[in-house]
């Protein structure tokens, strides 16, 4: 009987498949052989958890077997289980196919990083006016060149944006979201002006020589507002930065 075991073993542990019925059948019955002779003298408490192994571990092997099956069915096999090597290549080939269709949509995920924010187009644009200037390789259609540029791009956008954040004040955030809450992102010049007063009053040391064109100017000139009919309007690149913001999990609570 152990010869006819042994034999059995050696059989199983060709392939994967093998193997880890090997270990089931053995761990199954080592399990089985001690519950069954070491039972009468087991308390209940000590019993208990051999039942539900006992119990649990065909389910939960099932349910292993259902997910190798349906997602690793290929590795379970060795290359003497083919019919001819021929057959063993043909899947080491799809496996190949499959990996490339992944990194494909890598490539693609890569090409469209960043594309729904207007600076990370700008910023692509003016990149490729400068390798057009440096009489660089311009071959823009070229995957690699492509997802570097648009790499390039985003890394610049992501920097402007971690640039303007650590410069701007927590109220002139606040001023832009106000902006982003309504619907045609104008910001009355009275609001803006009682945002300033408010802040004025809590850091009268800071702001003491500070008029409103003083605070207004850093969210002009980084393009954030614009002035319209005598207001201000909350800008493309005004709501991209607080979109960038939101993803980024900064906080708007930021001093002055």
Not at 1 to 22: H, R, Y
Not at 36 to 55: D, H, N, Q, T, W
Not at 192 to 218: C, V
Request: proline letters at 2%.
């Amino acid at each position: 009987m152990f010869e006819s075991f042994t034999s059995s073993a050696k059989d199983l542990a060709k392939n994967p498949l093998g193997i880890i019925a090997l270990f089931i059948v053995l761990v199954y019955g080592f399990a089985c052989l001690l519950f069954g002779f070491s039972a009468e003298k087991l308390i209940s408490e000590e019993r208990m958890p051999i039942i539900y192994f006992v119990i649990l571990f065909p389910i939960a092997i099932l349910i292993l077997f259902g997910w190798l099956v349906s997602k690793h069915h290929d590795k379970l096999y060795a290359p003497s289980d083919f019919k001819d090597d021929k057959s063993f290549l043909a899947t080491l080939n799809q496996n190949k196919i499959k990996n490339i269709n992944n990194n494909e949509l890598n490539i693609e995920d890569l090409i469209n990083y960043g594309r729904d924010f207007e600076i990370v187009t700008e910023n692509e644009e003016s990149i490729k006016r400068l390798l057009i200037e440096k009489n660089l390789n311009t071959d823009f259609e070229n995957p690699t060149i492509k997802v570097l540029i648009r790499q390039l791009a985003a890394s610049q956008g992501l920097t402007w944006f971690e640039k303007t954040y650590n410069i701007i004040f927590g109220s002139q955030i606040r001023i832009l979201l106000h902006g982003q809450n309504n619907i045609d992102f104008i910001i009355d010049k009275d609001y803006i002006l009682g945002t300033f007063e408010a802040t004025k009053e809590i850091h009268k040391e800071i702001y003491k020589d500070w008029q409103i064109n003083d605070y207004l100017r850093f969210l002009l000139e980084s393009n954030l507002l614009e002035k319209k009919n005598g207001d201000f309007l909350l800008t493309t690149r005004g709501r991209e930065f607080l979109r960038m913001m939101k993803n980024s999990n900064y906080s708007e609570y930021k001093s002055l």
